[in-house]
């Protein structure tokens, strides 16, 4: 029972020691060895590797793969006209050497991407200064991300502390002007519209007024038309009435007298709270009733 203890105990310290020396590097990754604090080797071979035990040696990894960078933050830059832009952004960069990475940038990407982002920023602004809003939005917009990919490549690998990373490439996805600029450039479309719709309002009103104006004069030409021809055949009718009068009247003017007589006599006494203070023996108004000669006459 000692000697299988003995072993089991052996076996379980080798097995200690091994997962304490093997480290398995991704195809994906760099294997970073540090000795005591110090690089001691860069692993870029996948696979199973070796190392002596901690904490004599130990393992960090860094991504080999292409990695992406958009910009966080939306300073606005001015450009060459005076105008506030901002401009959104992105790189896609990709560590080539560790060991200098480490050195001069830091032990993980999000170092990298710090400084980084710094850096393309500030060559943004200044080639934004250079150039109008126009030329950020033509064909000349190539041109801009080509100067500042090259100022960026000049910065991380040119100098005395190289960053030991590689710029694929610089796209900007949006150019927009500042909120403040935009909000004055929204009023004043805004203004014109309102302009445009009280211009509109104002001339729709003065053409109803117009068309209202014309309705009348036509309504009231039309009235006067119709009553100067209603007139002329009022006038037309009671000049025939008179004519046929004066011709019935003509034939027996004692009975017209008579008849004219009864009509007014109808008229004047036939309506009820009349009252006529007359005197029937001397009268005019009853010479008809009077005259024996209209008895007469009225007798048929």
Do not use: C
Request: overall charge positive.
């Amino acid at each position: 029972m000692n000697r299988i203890g003995l072993w089991a105990t052996l076996g379980l310290l080798g097995l200690f020691l091994i997962s304490a020396m093997a480290f398995v590097v991704d195809q994906r990754q760099y294997g970073v060895v540090y000795q005591l604090g110090e690089i001691k080797r860069v692993v870029d071979e996948p696979g199973l590797k070796w190392k002596l035990p901690a904490p004599v040696q130990s393992v960090r990894y860094l991504d080999k793969r292409l990695l992406m960078l958009e910009s966080q933050v939306t300073e606005p830059s001015l450009t060459a006209e005076k105008q506030w832009v901002v401009i959104d952004w992105y790189v896609r960069w990709r560590i080539t050497d560790p060991s200098t990475y480490i050195r001069n940038v830091g032990i993980d990407e999000s170092a990298g991407a710090t400084q980084l982002g710094r850096v393309v920023r500030s060559a943004f602004q200044e080639e934004v200064n250079r150039r109008t809003v126009r030329e950020l939005l033509s064909e000349k917009r190539e041109s801009l991300m080509t100067d500042v990919k090259q100022q960026v490549l000049d910065t991380v690998t040119g100098g005395q502390r190289p960053w030991g990373i590689d710029i694929i490439d610089v796209r900007i996805t949006r150019v927009d002007y500042s909120q403040a600029i935009t909000e004055s450039v929204f009023n004043r479309m805004r203004a014109e519209r309102t302009r445009v719709a009280n211009e509109l309002r104002s001339t729709g009103q003065a053409e109803g007024e117009r068309i209202r104006a014309d309705a009348d004069r036509q309504r009231t030409v039309t009235l006067a038309n119709a009553y100067r021809e209603s007139q002329q055949v009022r006038a037309l009718g009671d000049q025939e009435a008179t004519s046929v009068y004066a011709q019935a009247y003509g034939r027996d003017p004692q009975f017209a007298q008579f008849y004219r007589s009864l009509q007014a006599y109808r008229e004047s006494l036939g309506q009820s709270g009349d009252v006529l203070v007359l005197d029937p023996t001397t009268s005019e108004f009853f010479k008809a009733m009077r005259s024996s000669s209209g008895a007469s006459v009225g007798a048929p």
